[in-house]
């Protein structure tokens, strides 16, 4: 039977808005609002682009997650990329999050 172990790999937050996000020792998950200090945290939507076309619109982007399997296959195939480069928040490893709804 294989590892059905599931990991947090990394975490991470940016209070300003960017591409990357800076990895931290920890953050802290604010039910209905996503990660403390993070400059996508909001009721409402925090993506300029969004923002732009209708401040008042829910926030469902509060909290981004990768899979770090993810990370394996663009290493496969010769791209350098580190846990905050893409923007995540959190990174986890064992957890089929693009079948989650």
Same mark, same amino acid.
């Given at each position: 039977?294989?590892?059905?172990?599931?990991?947090?790999?990394?975490? &991470?937050? &940016?209070?300003?808005?960017?591409? &990357?996000?800076?990895?931290?020792?920890?953050?802290?998950?604010?039910?209905?609002?996503?990660?403390?200090?993070?400059?996508?945290?909001?009721?409402?939507?925090?993506?300029? &682009?969004?923002?732009?076309?209708?401040?008042?619109?829910?926030?469902?982007?509060?909290?981004?997650?990768?899979?770090?399997?993810?990370?394996?296959?663009?290493?496969?195939?010769?791209?350098?990329?580190?846990?905050?480069?893409?923007?995540?928040?959190?990174?986890?490893?064992?957890?089929?999050?693009?079948?989650?709804?």
């Amino acid at each position: 039977m294989g590892d059905k172990r599931i990991y947090l790999t990394s975490v &991470s937050s &940016s209070d300003a808005h960017g591409f &990357s996000k800076q990895n931290k020792d920890h953050i802290q998950l604010l039910t209905g609002l996503g990660v403390e200090g993070d400059a996508h945290m909001g009721i409402t939507v925090k993506h300029r &682009s969004r923002v732009a076309v209708d401040p008042t619109q829910p926030n469902l982007r509060q909290v981004h997650l990768i899979h770090a399997e993810l990370f394996d296959e663009l290493t496969e195939k010769g791209f350098s990329v580190a846990a905050g480069d893409m923007g995540e928040n959190i990174v986890t490893r064992g957890i089929d999050l693009l079948s989650l709804p």
